[in-house]
């Protein structure tokens, strides 16, 4: 079931087009990357979805009811890009007033923050002041505020930006955990990695628009396809007569443009096509120093679509 | 450091607010300090303004007020109105102008004083006394008036004078010949013909015991005059700091939660923007209050500012004073987009607004025209209403003109950051 569905989002700051038709659906209870390079329009998105930016053109409707772009929907939860947290306050207390400024109050409050510490791994960090946090524990803290009174969608904008890889496991667990309790998650990223290990699906977005969307298998078999990457580094370059009788057991082998020693092919069952390979360079009087076979990867579908590596 | 130079010489060229700041701010102060301070030398902008209570109607009487009212440093009035209409002032309505900051002071030539001066002529310290009425914590103009009064004793009825004189000469010394009689009935007309027309009448006032008998009197009724002067120090810098925390208070509390992202997380719960600046406006105005309060408890402590004695007006002041100062603050944090914006207009609002509405410098030493100018100030009006209360000792209910005009500015100052703040907002 579709919890969000954006339909050809258009959005224009002066005369630097923001939104140029965007349309992707986030489904229940997955965690869906907003995938693209800086400024691709990937807050733009999140911020009209939240109700901080009004759309030009195109509707945004949230569990079939026509986000207005006025104000935040109350079944969202919003997890922004910077640390958005009162650094002299505890975290008890930051969660404590994000909690009643979202209606909660109470036991129900007191019980949403100490879930929210203990989800976080917080719990024992409470009463200290955030200003004392490290990176990653403000990111965990950050979140926690952003999904303490059970949002049925959240979304997160970049939420692993500047956090040691320890801690950004730690919040995709905490991500995961309420995936699985059904809360739709809609996350920006540009770290290819992330989306590929840890989201459900991946929505490409580029200059405005989304250009794919879909699980990784999906992408890759509408895109590079289902080949393999071998890479071999040999001991010295072919020689010119010999490469025609290696070419022969590998069609697309190519050699590398400022390495001649390391030479690339596509395969589709490696099995079957890597000892040939191997057989023929060796009696070209070469030897394998080195063989690197890479799986179809989110770095290639994105090359395929945009011609680009994506940047930092 | 060539190199260091260019940097710091690129940067500032490219800030034009920082370049602005360095060059304007200072010739704009000078100009209005020059303006403020420099135009009390002009006698046509800082005539003391007189009241005169004629309780004698006697010829006297009216040759002195109208020898006043041709003093190019007073500016007189006779009547209950200020453009001259109305009943004739009497003492009682006389009193109330002094102690309302009307006029500074009143004059009142009190009844018999014509006929005792007409019997014994110059020394006339047995006779009724003139009555200075008078906030004597002001420092120059009852002392201004008494001087010229004493000058036009001398000046505006020389005749009488020298009859009354002769009068004396004659019940000591005995009658003068009819030659003498004769020659004086020839002088004096001429004599009073020269004071009307200011011909022989002119120069520094005589000493003052050959003038009337003065007496100066303080309604007022201070118990405690130094008390008042610390209590309009303390209102005066109270209100130019309480304006400077209320800028800052607002700038971390609205451009911070920009620049931290938190305003975007609070804007995405149920508060909404109306409810936020309400909130903060209400912390600025106990912030300031608490200040406010703290700044006078050390008045009384330190300085004895009678500060117990005026309590229900101080309240009605500050409470009035802080909720203005807290929306000020907001709209100019609404209004700027950088803290340095923030921080430069503010400087310059404030120490303006402090300059010409009495915070600095008291309005009433300063000429009409800048005191009418000062009323466009935030703080004139914050000031005016403190010194109602510590200094004319008005009663809470006097107060409504300022708490009206304190008021009132509370309410454009939140509409206009409510509108200001719209830019937060969805874009």
């Known amino acids: 079931m579709n919890v969000l569905t954006v339909t050809d989002a258009r959005k224009k700051f002066g005369s630097v087009v923001a939104l140029d038709g965007a349309s992707f659906e986030l489904r229940q209870g997955e965690l869906l990357a907003l995938l693209g390079p800086n400024g691709a329009g990937k807050t733009t998105l999140i911020r009209a979805i939240a109700g901080r930016v009004r759309l030009d053109g195109g509707e945004i409707r949230i569990f079939d009811r026509i986000a207005d772009g006025r104000r935040t929907p109350p079944e969202l939860g919003i997890v922004p890009q910077e640390i958005a947290l009162y650094p002299l306050l505890t975290a008890r207390e930051n969660l404590e007033v994000f909690g009643k400024l979202h209606g909660l109050s109470g036991t129900a409050l007191t019980k949403q923050v100490d879930w929210a510490l203990e989800q976080t791994g917080l719990a024992d960090r409470a009463r200290e002041p955030v200003r004392q946090f490290s990176g990653g524990m403000r990111r965990r803290l950050n979140i926690a505020c952003g999904v303490l009174h059970r949002p049925r969608i959240v979304l997160l904008d970049e939420p692993t930006v500047g956090v040691d890889p320890q801690s950004r496991d730690r919040i995709y667990d905490v991500l995961a955990e309420l995936a699985a309790s059904g809360v739709s998650l809609l996350l920006t990223t540009h770290h290819l990695e992330e989306a590929e290990a840890r989201c459900s699906r991946t929505v490409i977005i580029d200059h405005g628009r989304v250009i794919a969307g879909g699980t990784l298998a999906e992408l890759v078999d509408r895109t590079v396809g289902r080949f393999r990457l071998v890479t071999l580094r040999l001991d010295a370059p072919l020689a010119a007569e010999a490469i025609v009788d290696v070419a022969a057991a590998a069609p697309d082998i190519s050699a590398d443009a400022t390495d001649a020693r390391v030479v690339r092919a596509r395969m589709r069952d490696v099995a079957l096509e890597l000892p040939p390979l191997l057989e023929r360079i060796r009696r070209a009087g070469r030897s394998v120093d080195d063989v690197e076979v890479r799986g179809p990867s989110l770095q290639a579908v994105f090359i395929h679509l945009t011609g680009r590596e994506l940047r930092e | ?427």
């Open chain 2, 1 to 427: 450091m060539g190199t260091l130079l260019r940097i710091g010489w690129l940067n500032l060229r490219r800030d034009r607010v920082a370049l602005a700041l360095v060059f304007a701010l200072p010739i704009l102060f000078f100009s209005i300090f020059a303006t403020v301070f420099g135009g009390q030398g002009d006698t046509a902008t800082t005539r003391i303004r007189v009241a005169v209570v004629d309780e004698d109607r006697s010829e006297l009487s009216a040759r002195l007020a109208d020898g006043l009212r041709k003093e190019t440093g007073l500016r007189v009035r006779t009547t209950a109105d200020a453009a001259g209409a109305g009943p004739a002032l009497d003492r009682a309505a006389g009193e109330r102008l002094v102690r309302n900051g009307d006029v500074p002071v009143a004059v009142v030539i009190p009844k018999g004083m014509g006929e005792a001066f007409a019997k014994q002529g110059l020394m006339g310290s047995s006779g009724p006394a003139i009555l200075l009425l008078s906030d004597v914590s002001d420092p120059v103009a009852p002392q201004m008036v008494l001087g010229l009064l004493q000058k036009v004793t001398m000046t505006a009825a020389p005749d009488m004078m020298v009859r009354g004189g002769i009068r004396q000469f004659e019940q000591y010394a005995g009658a003068m010949t009819p030659g003498q009689k004769a020659a004086v009935d020839k002088w004096l007309p001429q004599l009073k013909a020269q004071s009307e027309t200011g011909s022989g009448g002119s120069g520094a006032p005589q000493a003052g015991g050959m003038g009337v008998g003065v007496e100066v009197v303080d309604v007022m009724r201070t118990d405690n005059r130094r008390g008042s002067l610390v209590s309009f120090y303390a209102a005066g810098i109270g209100v130019m700091f309480l304006l400077f925390s209320s800028v800052a208070g607002a700038g971390s509390a609205l451009l911070d939660e920009v620049e931290s992202g938190t305003l975007e997380r609070l804007l995405s719960t149920n508060i909404g923007m109306t409810g936020l600046l309400t909130g903060k406006w209400l912390l600025l105005a106990l912030i300031g209050c608490a200040q406010l309060t703290v700044m006078f408890l050390w008045g009384r402590l330190a300085f004895g500012l009678p500060l117990f004695s005026h309590l229900p007006g101080f309240l009605v002041m500050t409470a009035a004073t802080a909720a203005a100062a807290a929306a000020l603050g907001l709209v100019l944090a609404t209004l700027a987009r950088t803290r340095a914006q923030l921080s430069g207009f503010s400087t310059i609002l404030i120490l303006t607004m402090s300059a010409l509405g009495g915070s600095m410098f008291p309005r009433f030493l300063m000429s009409e025209n800048m005191q009418n100018i000062g009323l466009l100030t935030f703080n004139a009006w914050a000031l005016d209403g403190y010194l109602k209360v510590f200094w004319r000792q008005a009663a809470v209910w006097q107060l409504w003109p300022q708490v009206l005009v304190l008021g009132g500015l509370t309410v454009v100052f939140l509409g206009a950051a409510r509108a200001l703040a719209r830019r937060w907002e969805a874009a």
